[in-house]
């Protein structure tokens, strides 16, 4: 990532060079990290920070779930990732909180020091077909009772990657989870919809990682005038929906052309989805003034 100039580091702004970690940080031995994923867009008045208050009130919360005492406030770290936007000159692009212990072996990370960092890079579209294969993973979702699901701790993510590597290597796009209950849960790095006629569905929160997308799409879903569901589905309900498409920050609205060997409609993106992209992409621009106040500009 040799084009990123400036991060923020433990209070500075300081060249990407300087980001060293340490070969025994505890974080990287036992995935003790926590880390939040935002996206910043351009729109008319300047680059605009989506959700930014809600993306650092998920991140504090995740840290007291590996025992972190940050010492500074949300404010300040709101404040952190606008300069970290606007002294990298970024127009539009993926920011990358991340808060770690440093040098300690052995599980408790009680006396390690902690280490804050701010990443921002351009990211364009994370996947990039309009609409993508699916594959229902042999590993199940992490059990609510064995992990924090709503923490974004870096650990929860070998369960991801373990899915994301079986289903590319049997040809899918991205991987979909069931919970420990048979139901559908969501793909390694995102929330799914399913649609049938004017009735949107989504898996309830408790067994998946709550998105903020996935909050702000169930927003402009029901402003749209579509009803939401938020509901237990089983592998064998997906034949009779109409459309698929899994939402995230990364992942922003991407339709899904099929599960296992399950077709919708064409194959392609459906016109439901292709709505609410739409009224997504709006949203994060700054169009509709109903959802300005989701947006922090960086001045
Ligand atoms: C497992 C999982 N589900 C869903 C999401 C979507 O969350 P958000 O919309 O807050 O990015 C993510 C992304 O962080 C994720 O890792």
Known sequence: MNDIKFIWLNGDIVPYEKSGVSILSHSLHYGSAVFEGIRCYKTEDGPAIFRLKDHIGRLFNSSSVVGMDIPYSREDIISAVIEVVKHNELKECYIRPIIFYG????????????????????????????????????????????????????GHYSNSIMASLEARASGYDEALFLDHEGCIAEGPGEN????????????????????????????????????????????????????????????????????????????????????????????????????????????
């Open 192 to 299: 799914i919809f399913f649609i049938k006629d004017d009735v949107f569905h989504t898996p309830r929160e408790g067994k998946i990682f709550p998105g903020i997308t996935r909050d702000s799409i169930i927003f402009i879903i029901n402003n749209m005038g579509f009803k939401v569901e938020e509901t237990d589905i089983k592998p064998e309900d997906i034949e009779g929906y109409d459309e698929a498409f899994f939402v995230g920050t990364a992942t922003e609205v991407n339709s899904i052309s099929k599960i296992d060997g399950h077709i919708f409609g064409e194959g392609g993106e459906g016109p439901k989805t292709e709505k609410v992209r739409d009224a997504y992409k709006a949203t994060v621009s700054g169009r509709l003034p109903a959802y300005k106040h989701w947006l922090d500009f960086v001045k």
């Open 103 to 154: 040098d300690k072996m052995g599980l408790l990370p009680t006396d390690a020091s902690l280490h804050f960092a701010i990443i921002a890079w351009e990211w364009d579209k994370y996947f990039k077909k309009e609409s993508v294969s699916v594959r229902v993973s042999s590993f199940k979702r992490i059990h609510p009772d064995s992990a924090v699901l709503s923490a974004k701790v870096s």
